[in-house]
């Protein structure tokens, strides 16, 4: 079975730096889907960014990158430029090859931002 | 666009009373899911529907069930609800396409005393 482990519980960064949130899983599929999303307060979840396995590219979404390193399993989020509004939780998610059969998604527990003025 | 959608947003109940949580979403989407949020244990699946009129058990079903009622809704509930299902209940739904990202409705935060 999958799992997906972000082993940092909080983050702090100041305004206007660079953090990095960590994520790793495990796998014994080739071809797979990652996701960070961000919960702010309002409690709402919003995808911040994707990543399909079989992509080399890391994928970017303005201030928010991704390092996806396929063989170690490891799929950090970069947040440069850091702003207020970044505070919130952040978790990360792993799904399945749709032709797996599984419609499931793994998350991981969460990574708390706070972001210091 | 409403997108998902879920009612209540908040709701308390007594140990062994019931009640159905409702999601709607109007995107035509195939798959909903509901999800439990507790503190430090990330979203945990309760039940999914791949398609209208399929269901299946998620991570943690026991103490719910669930109802496709149509393409657009899918309830989910507790017949007899106990304290350790104190929690924010999530309902999020995902449609065709290769991007395979879940869209989220706003939460339920359920107490059972």
């Given at each position: 079975a999958q799992t997906v482990t972000q082993s940092q519980p909080e983050m702090s960064v100041q305004e206007a730096e660079t953090v990095t949130l960590s994520c790793t899983y495990d796998t014994s599929e080739s071809d797979y889907y990652l996701f960070w999303y961000k919960q702010p307060p309002s409690r709402q979840m919003i995808l911040v960014i994707r990543q399909e396995a079989y992509k080399q590219q890391n994928a970017t979404e303005n201030r928010f990158s991704v390092n996806f390193q396929k063989a170690a399993k490891s799929f950090s989020l970069k947040i440069s430029d850091?702003?207020?509004?970044?505070a919130a939780m952040y978790f990360c998610a792993y799904r399945s090859n749709?032709?797996?059969g599984t419609y499931k998604y793994i998350f991981g527990t969460g990574t708390r931002l706070k972001v210091l003025a | 666009n409403a997108g998902v959608t879920q009612t209540p947003k908040f709701q308390v109940l007594k140990t062994g009373q019931s009640m159905t949580l409702q999601c709607a979403q109007?995107?035509?989407?195939?798959s909903m899911y509901w999800y439990r949020q507790d503190p430090g244990m990330g979203l945990r699946l309760i039940y999914y529907s791949a398609s209208e009129g399929t269901t299946d058990k998620g991570e943690v079903p026991n103490g719910y069930n669930v109802s496709r009622?149509?393409?657009?809704e899918f309830s989910l509930r507790l017949e007899s609800a106990a304290p350790s299902q104190t929690s924010v209940y999530f309902c999020a739904s995902r449609g065709q396409g290769n991007t395979y990202e879940q869209y989220f409705g706003p939460g339920t935060r359920l107490t059972v005393t």
């Open positions: 850091s702003q207020l509004g970044d749709p032709f797996s | 109007d995107m035509n989407h195939n009622l149509n393409k657009r």
